[in-house]
């Protein structure tokens, strides 16, 4: 017992300084970084986002079987309007995606998808898809989808479409599991690397706040009602299961 307890803080002092650079970077923003799965992967708390809402960001194994390996999460409580759902996927990513939930549909003995798949695999068969897109690089790397198209475009056009090209640039790359999505308010992120590097990690904090940025304005468009129905959601970042869709 006590040598597995000596291995573990072995493993968890190499790894905190592998990623000292991504701490120091938290810390300077008033964030704190944390080694967790026994030192396989981090937690970093930061502080509340421009949204006025606190931000975590996850990097350890995967919590999707879409997912290979490791993956860095972000969860972005934005407190956004609960019924504004819009999500955007790596192109590859979505048609894997779309196939496997066709299949679901399609199998003479599932009536319906299960309750254990994950909110954006369902999305792709729930919501409508957004094709004209301004940003010849975003259309053709990207899938975006949500609860209506014209508040899709809203969100989508402008700064936040100018920051997804650039990061599709040299980072969510083609073939490279990428999510965001908004629901329940919040902003999350989910996307396959083996490796947390610093520029990467700012890379994605960045986007997430250009993303909220963006989700605020058609969250107040949105103002303290929706026309639009609400995908029933529970999934979180730590990968816990829908519950049944109460309306079937």
């Known amino acids: 017992m006590v040598i597995k307890q000596l291995q573990h ?27 967790v799965n026994e030192g396989q992967g981090f ?6 986002g421009r949204a ?7 990097w350890g194994p995967s919590q999707r079987a879409y997912i290979p390996g490791h993956e860095l999460r972000i969860r972005y409580e934005a407190r956004l309007h609960g ?4 999500m955007v996927i790596e192109q590859q990513l979505m048609e894997q995606l779309e196939g496997a939930v066709f299949e679901a ?24 898809k957004l094709t004209q897109i301004s940003s010849k690089i975003v259309r053709a790397q990207f899938g975006v989808l949500g609860i209506a198209r014209e508040l899709l475009h809203v969100w ?19 073939g ?15 996307m396959a690397m083996e490796e947390p590097r610093l520029n990467d990690v700012q890379s994605l904090f960045k986007l997430c706040e250009i993303a909220v940025e963006a989700a605020e304005r058609v969250s107040q468009a949105l103002g303290d009602s929706s026309p639009w129905p609400s995908v029933p959601s529970s ?14």
């Open 9 to 35: 803080w072995f493993v968890a002092r190499a790894n905190a300084a592998r990623w000292k650079p991504i701490a120091d970077w938290a810390e300077s923003l008033g964030g704190q970084l944390r080694v």
């Open 43 to 48: 937690i970093l708390d930061m502080p509340p």
């Open 52 to 58: 006025g809402g606190a931000v975590r960001i996850e």
């Open 83 to 86: 019924d504004l759902q819009m």
């Open 105 to 128: 549909y399609t199998d003479t003995l599932r009536t319906r998808v299960d309750t254990d798949t994950p909110e954006e695999m369902r999305w792709l068969v729930m919501f409508p």
């Open 156 to 174: 989508i056009e402008g700064r936040f479409s100018e920051a997804l090209a650039r990061v599709s640039q040299d980072l969510v790359t083609p």
């Open 176 to 190: 490279r599991p990428f999510v965001l999505m908004s629901m329940r308010g919040n902003l999350y992120l989910r």
């Open 235 to 248: 999934t979180t970042m730590h990968g816990s299961l829908p519950e049944p869709d109460s309306s079937q």
